[in-house]
């Protein structure tokens, strides 16, 4: 509790001003900013990689670090972050992106990796993720302390949620694409991003979950989805009766999620239901007000313990949003609190995201378990 002690005033000012996002007990916040830290991790263009592909040396962080996953092991949170290099064209999407990975004792100060533990190479993945790289992981732990990440295959030409494992967040196992056995190869070709696989609190630690004998995962840019697996790695879109993929959650004009709605970090099964948290897309035009146009936010939505496909509730308002210089400038400028990572450490909520496509920066919440 050493953190929310120091909080104590912004966590109310911040509830004070959002409460109706937060009058129903099943929301996981109200989420208060550390009152120094912020943001927790920085480019570094010192940091030089000997790239497999190019056999040359990068500066693979050079540029943005953003978007990252985070797990809890040894005590520690653990953070694995998008990094971009200073190759290809000054425009997003034009770099080379890697996974660093970083840590901490606290959840705010954070040591890194000197090089990228998940990055492109000569391996069968290859032809999916170069030139464009590895992007905006989540991570989860299973049962038997396998970490399961998921994460953007992207060669510039077309993407794919890829599935990796490990043991020790260092040396990992790709096995590709999520759905690329999925109903009889239905599903090759599909375009699809942004995926969290739902996991419940366990002695202090989320830990994928099974709900009727089956892991779940929520998934989707535009709308959001959802998918099976019996083993993690292998995955199956959960269809409607005419054979798409069923759609959860949709553009709502006038909200913060108005251009649409993109899946956070893995999903929290609680005593109230499945607790989702997503980044919304302001609109335009006839999007939210208090935003500005096309900046993304944080919101929440909550399923059904017994039915993830049932969506019993969704807060109207975001549970974080741009509102600090650094998360309105960077390469996105109209401005990100992408959230796709959260821990439960030292009795609290972390939430990690990625400020303006640049940075990395947290947000705090006490217990509501």
Same mark, same amino acid.
């Given at each position: ?99 660093? =990975? +970083?840590? !901490?004792? #606290?959840? &705010? $100060? ?9 990055? /492109?190479? *000569? ?102 989805? =959802? +998918?099976? !697996?019996? #083993?993690? &790695? $292998? ?9 798409? /993929?069923? *759609? ?102 972390? =939430? ?18």
């Amino acid at each position: 509790m050493f953190l929310l002690r120091k909080l104590g005033i912004a966590v109310a000012l911040f509830g004070a001003l959002n409460a109706g996002a937060f009058s129903q007990s099943w929301v996981i916040g109200p989420f208060a900013r550390p009152s120094s830290g912020n943001p927790v991790i920085t480019p570094n263009p010192a940091s030089s990689f000997d790239d497999p592909i190019r056999h040359a040396p990068v500066h693979w962080e050079a540029l943005h670090t953003f978007n990252p996953a985070a797990i809890v092991r040894d005590g520690k949170v653990y953070v694995l972050y998008r990094a971009e290099d200073d190759t290809g064209e000054m425009q997003i999407g034009m770099h080379t992106s890697r996974l660093g =990975l +970083a840590e !901490s004792n #606290d959840g &705010i $100060h954070f040591t890194r990796s000197a090089t990228p533990v998940f990055y /492109p190479t *000569e391996d069968a993945q290859k032809d999916r993720e170069w030139p464009g790289g590895v992007e905006d992981p989540r991570i989860v732990e299973s049962e038997d302390g396998t970490y399961v990440l998921t994460y953007t295959q992207w060669n510039r030409k077309t993407y794919s949620v890829g599935i990796a494992t490990s043991r020790d967040l260092t040396h990992w196992t790709k096995y590709g694409p999520a759905f690329a056995d999925a109903a009889h190869g239905k599903y090759a070709d599909l375009k699809y991003k942004s995926a969290g696989i739902v996991t419940e609190l366990r002695n202090g630690r989320l830990i994928a979950a099974r709900i009727k004998g089956k892991y779940w995962m929520y998934w989707g840019e535009g709308v959001i989805h =959802l +998918a099976t !697996s019996t #083993d993690l &790695i $292998h995955w199956s879109p959960v269809e409607d009766h005419q054979g798409k /993929p069923v *759609e959860l959650l949709h553009p709502r004009a006038g909200h913060f999620d108005s251009s649409f709605p993109e899946t956070g970090p893995p999903p929290v099964l609680t005593k109230a239901g499945i607790v989702v948290i997503y980044n919304g897309k302001n609109a335009a035009a006839d999007g939210d007000p208090a935003l500005g146009p096309s900046a993304y936010a944080a919101g929440e939505a909550l399923f059904s313990a017994d039915d993830p496909s049932h969506l019993v509730t969704q807060a109207d308002t975001p549970v974080l949003k741009p509102e600090l210089p650094y998360e309105k400038t960077g390469q996105y400028a109209a401005g990100t609190t992408f959230a796709e990572g959260l821990v439960y450490f030292h009795d609290q909520w972390l =939430l990690y995201y990625g400020c303006a496509d640049s940075l990395v920066a947290v947000a705090i919440a006490g217990s509501n378990k």
